[in-house]
């Protein structure tokens, strides 16, 4: 992270907790600078996430109110949050397992809803914290913890989850693309209503180690190489889609 | 709109259910966050009704898990919140009810019991959630309960319990029952009360307190103070603690005494014919009802008859019971649950102690505890 954004960050931080490699510092960085281009006061910022590493990235980090909650409840919380206080600009950072998998109902009801909240899921498409186990994300074959012989189960497409539940915004981009990451999250925090940005946030620890990027430069490469635009993709067939991210804004 | 009635001494005829939702108004009450269910989906929907012209928030949520913890979010912006349910919510807010005592989050609940376990009996009563109300959650925790046993108290010890809630920063609960809660008897929506704010802009670390009972402030999202809320453990500051067993220690231990040393300040019981009494009733809810009428028919008979009842069940009215065991001969404790209470009863008392159980989904009849009483006595 560039030395402008430590603004943002809470003094007497001792350091990072995230493992090198992680993708989940490049996206705090990411989002900081989002914020700072919006120019939001740091008194009007109400950051929330539930339990995961990926729910460390705003708690303690960073130097506004933090509300580190439950696993799967952030959205809850932060709905409540943002209706008893709607001056807050309310901002939900947590994991793909919080988000989609324990939390996936929360999820959608507040894209239904179309509550003013901005949700961020740092997708490592995998449960980082807990030893590497299948999330409802994982790509089919991956290996993990609970899968060592590869996950049969197709993952969500969190977009277009969100898209279907109504969510104004919706986009994916990886975190090896740190300025497109940047523009999203600034457009799903500008734009009134349920906005949404999924981060492919690669975990080199549990997911990489089993999956034969044990190397995080390796990893990095290999996400890159599976990104698609999604202009690209449209004339895949649904199978070879789950093979690769794609990226881009699916709605508006 | 028309804004919060004026308070007013004249009862009227009214449902405990709206009555719980009055006294929140009253208490300053302006969230409320639920789900459906029976017996206590009145509470709802006149909170819908009354929180829509009074400049509150209102919020049907997908489960009682999202309510629960949408009315913590609520609470930590700084305003007053509450949510009303039954059994099968009771469990499913557990988890999140254990994040609200460790995040000292204020906050109500009504819990208008019905017959469990399981979906059991929905429109029929039970009190078997009292102890759920203690132990629910995991880890050691040391929350407020009330229990109303009147229309009248639904809307005092809603009331009552915003007021606990604020001063202790600690999740209430009322403790109410399906018949107590469907109840329609004269109620007077009152203004005596002091209303109690928690203390949103004292000085002082938000979680911790020099003081070993002490009760830190509690600034708002939004205050400027950069608040770091967490469930784990963490310093006073908010600075997660996962690793430091003295930190860990002296939380969990501030946060007992926050109760524990205010049991003057929060218990609330009440005596009838105790003076002179050999047998006592020791009851709560709407089985002190019973208990009461009893009584008095047992005195008609000659017998010496008379009744402690608690209007707070946690912390348990320990010092209360244990003089009653020191003036009667034998306690009897009816409840609609097999016994829940005559144990803990049993733990303080010194006297004898006899459970007179009803799971049936049906109060007790007052002539089932008078032959029960000439039976201990004989
Ligand atoms: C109710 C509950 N169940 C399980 C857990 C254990 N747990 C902690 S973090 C986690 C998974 C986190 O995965 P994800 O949200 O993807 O975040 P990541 O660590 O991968 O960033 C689980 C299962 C918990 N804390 N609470
Ligand atoms: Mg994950």
Request: proline share 6%.
């Amino acid at each position: 992270m560039t030395r402008a954004m430590e603004k943002y960050l809470r003094g007497g931080l001792g350091g990072t907790a995230f493992c090198p490699g992680c993708g989940h510092g490049i996206l705090l960085g990411a989002l900081l600078r989002a914020v700072d281009r919006i120019g939001i006061h740091q008194d009007d910022l109400l950051f929330v996430s539930g339990i995961g590493c990926a729910a460390w990235i705003p708690s303690p980090n960073i130097g506004a109110d933090t509300l580190h909650t439950l696993h799967g409840r952030a959205v809850a919380f932060a709905t409540g949050a943002k209706i008893a206080s709607p001056k807050m600009t309310t901002i939900v950072v947590s994991g793909d397992g919080d988000i989609s998998s324990i939390g996936g109902n929360h999820l959608i009801h507040a894209a239904r809803r179309d509550t003013d909240l901005t949700v961020i899921c740092a997708n490592n498409q995998i449960y980082g914290m807990t030893g590497g186990q299948t999330a409802c994300t994982t790509p089919v074959g991956a290996r993990t913890a609970t899968d060592p012989a590869g996950n049969p189960h197709r993952p969500f497409d969190l977009c277009q989850l969100v898209i279907g539940a109504g969510a104004r915004y919706a986009a994916r981009y990886p975190i090896t693309r740190p300025p497109m990451l940047v523009d999203a999250i600034e457009k799903a925090i500008r734009t009134p209503g349920f906005t949404f940005v999924e981060a492919i946030s690669p975990c080199p620890t549990q997911f990489g180690r089993r999956n034969d990027t044990p190397d995080v430069g390796d990893l990095y490469e290999k996400v890159e190489a599976l990104c698609i635009d999604r202009e690209n993709a449209e004339s895949m067939t649904f199978d070879e889609r789950l093979k690769h991210f794609v990226i881009g804004e699916f709605r508006p | 709109m028309p804004g919060l009635n004026e308070p007013s001494s004249r009862r009227v005829l009214m449902q405990g259910n709206i009555a719980a939702a009055e006294g929140a108004i009253r208490a300053g009450c302006r969230f409320f966050a639920g789900y459906p269910i029976t017996p206590s989906s009145e509470i709802m929907v006149q909170m819908a009704k009354l929180l829509g012209s009074n400049d509150g928030r209102f919020i049907q949520m997908e489960d009682e898990i999202a309510s629960i913890c949408a009315v913590i979010g609520a609470s930590g912006s700084g305003v007053k919140a509450m949510t009303a349910t039954s059994g099968p919510g009771f469990s499913l807010m557990q988890e999140a009810l254990g994040y609200g005592y460790f995040t000292e989050t204020p906050m109500v609940l009504v819990n208008v019991q019905r017959a469990g376990p399981g979906t059991g009996q929905a429109t029929h009563v039970g009190q078997g959630d009292v102890m759920q109300a203690r132990y629910g959650t995991h880890g050691d925790v040391f929350p407020i309960a009330l229990c109303p046993a009147s229309v009248q108290e639904m809307y005092d010890l809603t009331i009552r319990a915003f007021n606990l809630s604020e001063r202790f920063r600690v999740p209430t609960f009322v403790m109410a029952d399906e018949a107590v809660g469907h109840l329609r008897e004269p109620c007077a929506l009152h203004g005596g009360f002091e209303i109690e704010h928690r203390n949103r802009h004292g000085e002082g670390a938000p979680f911790g307190s020099d003081a070993p009972d002490g009760v830190p402030p509690m600034p708002a999202f939004g205050d400027g103070k950069k608040l770091m809320v967490t469930g784990s453990t963490h310093n006073p500051e908010g600075f997660r603690k996962v690793d430091d067993p003295e930190i860990h220690d002296a939380l969990v231990t501030r946060l007992m005494r926050k109760t524990e040393d205010h049991r003057g300040e929060i218990v609330e019981v009440e005596e009838f014919f105790l003076d002179d009494a050999e047998v006592a009733f020791f009851a709560y809810g709407i089985s002190a009802r019973t208990a009461l009428a009893a009584a008095r028919r047992l005195r008609k008979m000659g017998v010496r008859a008379g009744l402690l009842r608690t209007k707070t069940l946690w912390p348990f009215p320990e010092e209360a019971v244990a003089q009653l065991g020191r003036r009667v001969r034998a306690i009897v404790v009816p409840e609609l649950n097999k016994g829940m209470f005559a144990g803990v009863c049993r733990a303080h008392a010194a006297a004898e102690v006899h459970s007179v159980t009803q799971t049936n989904g049906k109060t007790i009849e007052p002539g089932r505890l008078v032959t029960f009483v000439q039976e201990v006595l004989k």
